[in-house]
């Protein structure tokens, strides 16, 4: 069974950093691509941030380049967010989703499966 | 980045129901689009990819069609357990897009 379990939220002030993780299980991670998706409360689903599998392929959502980071440690099976300069509106649950996988050589942001999510509150 | 536009926001709908939600995008995304069930306190689920491919362990009531612009999430008999809202998300191009969602309520 997939499960993806996301800690590091908190409480933070605007400027300060944050740092995410996400621990993966029930499958082979180093095949898959991973994310992370944010829903600000009461609001819809956005892309952070996404790492290819050898983490050799990595991309941002304009909203958070600059000032978050995504990695990965396949030995872990571990995904991380670093963010920093955080302003309030990066207020949000951050969810870590899985990647379906490529096919056919292609590969495309899709995902089938997301953790609970961990609740980031940047705050004065 | 491409816009994806759901309607209707909301709906009210009795058990037994067949429900439609359609989602537009801003361009042609081919058929690199997937469906989402959220419901309170509680993940994203996937329940459609590629358009109209069902994840695996997806109830058959769920369907789901289009291509280019255009595409359709259908409930053929709305149950209890599916009010919830629904979720469009493109994967043609970076950064990935959803819709705004489609909140299914009960009448």
């Known amino acids: 069974e997939v499960q993806l379990v996301e800690s590091g939220g908190g409480l933070v002030q605007p400027g300060r950093s944050l740092r995410l993780s996400c621990a993966a299980s029930g499958f082979t991670f180093d095949d898959y691509a991973m994310h992370w998706v944010r829903q600000a409360p009461g609001k819809g689903l956005e892309w952070v941030s996404g790492i290819s599998w050898n983490s050799g392929s990595i991309g941002y959502a304009d909203s958070v380049k600059g000032r978050f980071t995504i990695s990965r440690d396949n030995a872990k099976n571990s995904l991380y967010l670093q963010m920093n300069s955080l302003r309030a509106e990066d207020t949000a649950l951050y969810y870590c989703a899985k990647d379906i996988g490529c096919s056919g050589g292609s590969c495309y942001p899709n995902f089938d499966y997301w953790g609970q999510g961990t609740l980031v509150t940047v705050s004065s | 980045d491409i816009q994806m536009t759901q309607s209707p926001s909301s709906l009210s709908a009795s058990v037994g129901d067949r429900v439609t939600i359609t989602c537009r995008a801003s361009?042609?995304?081919?058929?690199?689009l997937a469906w989402f069930q959220q419901k309170p306190g509680k993940a994203p689920k996937s329940l459609i990819y590629a358009a109209s491919s069902l994840q695996s362990g997806v109830p058959s009531k769920f369907s789901g069609s289009g291509s280019g612009t255009d595409f359709t999430l259908t409930i053929s008999s709305l149950q209890p357990e599916d009010f919830a809202t629904y979720y469009c998300?493109?994967?043609?191009?970076?950064?990935?897009?959803f819709g705004g969602g489609t909140k299914v309520e009960i009448k």
């Open positions: 361009q042609g995304i081919s058929n690199y």
């Open positions: 998300q493109q994967y043609n191009s970076y950064p990935p897009t």
